[in-house]
């Protein structure tokens, strides 16, 4: 059973998608847990403030340390082997590798930021700082839920065909997935390629690999 634990400001950010499609089938068929775990609880005073204005000015506020470190102290608790993800702009780069390596561990726990980002000292208590993209999000929920969600779907035994992921984009060398055809044979005048409809598997795996190689090049340029 592999365990996720979410650190968040919003724990209801994550009760629609994970009560539909393959997150809820992955969960009630029990192959994963998900909890959510408000900071807002591990704050101390009793207006439950868990941000604060930046030391040397500037805009916006902060996560402060106490209540964020308490949260990671209390998933750590909760599940003693979890790999603790901070999701921030400038983690490193989130990939499908990084998926596969996240479901070879026990289980994570990914630590949601709001505001202007946390207090610097917070990342000497996570094990890994990830990013989605060079983009900036107002809160780590949305980072959260994308890992959640390439992760899941890798489990094993989770998507029907388990070949499904093995032939997804970036599985093999950063390599993207072939150009798919369904009915109807024409589509407002575009025909499915011919070779798809020959029977012929051997040229047809030989245009799909080329298709696929032609595409990553491309996205290269
Ligand atoms: N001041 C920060 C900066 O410029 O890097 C941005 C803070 S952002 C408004 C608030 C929170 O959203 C961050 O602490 C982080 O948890 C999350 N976030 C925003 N963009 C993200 C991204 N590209 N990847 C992962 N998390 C992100």
Known sequence: ???????????????????????????????????????RD??????????????GGGPGMLMKPGPVVDSIRAAREKQPDTHVVMLTPSGMPFTQAKALEFTKKPGITLLCGRYEGFDERICDYVDEEISLG??????????????????IRLLPGVLGSPESAVLDSFTEDGILDWPHYTRPVEFEGKAVPKV?????????????????????NKRKD
């Open 196 to 216: 798809l409809l020959s029977g012929n598997h051997a040229k047809i795996d030989v245009w799909r690999k080329e298709k696929a190689l032609e595409r990553s």
């Open 42 to 55: 591990f704050a101390t005073d009793k207006h439950r403030t868990v941000d604060d204005s930046p030391y």
């Open 1 to 39: 059973m592999f365990h996720t634990q979410v650190l968040t400001l919003f724990p209801e950010f994550f009760d629609s998608p994970l009560s539909c499609s393959i997150p809820k089938r992955a969960i009630e068929a029990g192959h994963l847990t998900a909890e959510m775990i408000q900071i």
């Open 134 to 151: 060079d983009y900036v999000l107002s809160g780590g929920e949305p980072a959260a839920l994308s890992v959640l969600d390439a992760v």
